[in-house]
Nanobody, 126 residues
Framework: QVQLVESGGGLVQAGDSLRLSCAASGRTFSTYPMGWFRQGPGKDREFVAS????????YYADSVKGRFTISRGSAKNTVYLQMNSLKPEDTAVYYC???????????????????WGQGTQVTVSS
């Protein structure tokens, strides 16, 4: 079993940066690919970024490519999402998730993930 807890959200202005953290418990956490999703007001939950077990391979939604960076902590029990040049349209609840699938093509989709955190709110004002 894996438990995930996100932190680091807040209210910022357009152009600012935030770093989200996802702390995990569970002995096998470091073996799971991880992802970040977000859900804006009145919108479906959408893929943001994912990272493989080693941290060597990362994947991003087009809307955040070049601005967001996903990484794994050195202790392997934390995943980060560095968000730069934030825009009002980035406003959402951000969720981290762990997947048991090793098919990188599946990581773009919600149903590939088996464990989810409770989410952290990010609000970007214009």
């Amino acid at each position: 079993q894996v438990q995930l807890v996100e932190s680091g959200g807040g209210l910022v202005q357009a152009g600012d940066s935030l770093r989200l953290s996802c702390a995990a418990s569970g002995r096998t956490f470091s073996t799971y690919p991880m992802g970040w999703f977000r859900q804006g007001p009145g919108k479906d939950r959408e893929f943001v970024a994912s990272i493989n077990r080693s941290g060597a391979n990362t994947y991003y939604a087009d809307s955040v490519k070049g601005r967001f960076t996903i990484s794994r902590g050195s202790a392997k029990n934390t995943v980060y999402l560095q968000m730069n040049s934030l825009k009002p349209e980035d406003t959402a609840v951000y969720y981290c998730a762990a997947s048991k699938s090793y098919d990188s093509g599946s990581w773009y989709f919600r149903n590939a993930y088996d464990y989810w955190g409770q989410g952290t709110q990010v609000t970007v004002s214009s």
